[in-house]
């Protein structure tokens, strides 16, 4: 299975400030069609997760901008530019290439 | 915009099957159009992808493949997970989802806990 590894494993963030969580891939991520199938997932407290990120760098509708994903190969990141205390909860990054499916362990996002 | 909702019993005791239902509204099971998931989520711990189905068949994660099934009923527009001879190591939320392509999910159920347990 591909190994998704998601650092730093807690992130406490000033409100307003950045924020940036990497995720790396034991195998690249490139399918056979070209495509790059690297999701981003947030998941708040007590709700089921949301994709907010498709394919690397495609935001969700109703996703803000503030969210962005970038990354090739094995190597991702998702950034959050502004921190809000709406932004709290859980992040995975999951690889959509390779059978199984698989997640990255998760980067808890918290407010300093 | 495809609604998905859990059902099932929410405790199953060690050794039996966790059989699960999700209810399709707002998307048909029928059309072909997407891949039906179910992912679960241990308590405190992250997510495993179990498998899809989709509309020539269905793939499963290889550690469980032995003891899932996954199947569709067109009439009630819903899908199901079987998972034999559990134990404790399969309490978790279990979540029911569904994409336009087999790399992702574009949309997700609210999950239902079930715990194994006697």
């Known amino acids: 299975d591909v190994v998704m590894t998601q650092s730093p494993l807690s992130l406490p963030v000033t409100l307003g400030q950045p924020a940036s969580i990497s995720c790396r891939s034991s195998?690249?991520?490139?399918?056979?069609?070209?495509?790059?199938?690297l999701n981003w997932f947030q998941q708040r407290p007590g709700q089921s997760p949301r994709r907010l990120i498709y394919?690397?760098?495609n935001r969700d509708s109703g996703v803000p901008d503030r969210f962005s994903g970038s990354g090739s190969g094995t190597d991702f990141t998702l950034k959050i530019s502004r921190v809000e205390a709406e932004d709290v909860g859980v992040y995975y990054c999951?690889?959509?290439?390779?059978?199984?499916?698989?997640f990255g362990g998760g980067t808890r996002v918290e407010i300093k | 915009q495809v609604q998905l909702q859990e059902s099932g019993p929410g405790l199953v005791k060690p050794s039996e099957t966790l059989s699960l239902t999700c209810t399709v509204s707002?998307?048909?099971?029928?059309?072909?159009?997407?891949?039906w998931s179910w992912i679960r989520q241990p308590p405190g711990k992250g997510l495993e992808w179990i498998g899809y189905?989709?509309?020539?068949?269905?793939t499963y994660k290889p550690s469980l493949k032995s003891r899932v099934t996954m199947s569709a009923d067109t009439s009630k527009n819903q899908f199901s997970l079987k998972l034999s001879s559990v134990t404790a190591a399969d309490t978790a939320v279990y979540y029911c989802?569904?994409?336009?392509?087999?790399?992702?999910?574009?949309?997700w159920g609210q999950g239902t806990l079930v715990t194994v347990s006697s």
């Open positions: 989802a569904c994409a336009y392509s087999s790399g992702t999910f574009d949309y």
């Open positions: 707002g998307g048909s099971i029928s059309s072909g159009s997407y891949y």
């Open positions: 189905i989709y509309y020539s068949g269905s």
């Open positions: 195998q690249s991520l490139v399918y056979s069609d070209g495509n790059t199938y």
């Open positions: 394919k690397v760098s």
């Open positions: 999951m690889q959509g290439t390779h059978w199984p499916l698989t």
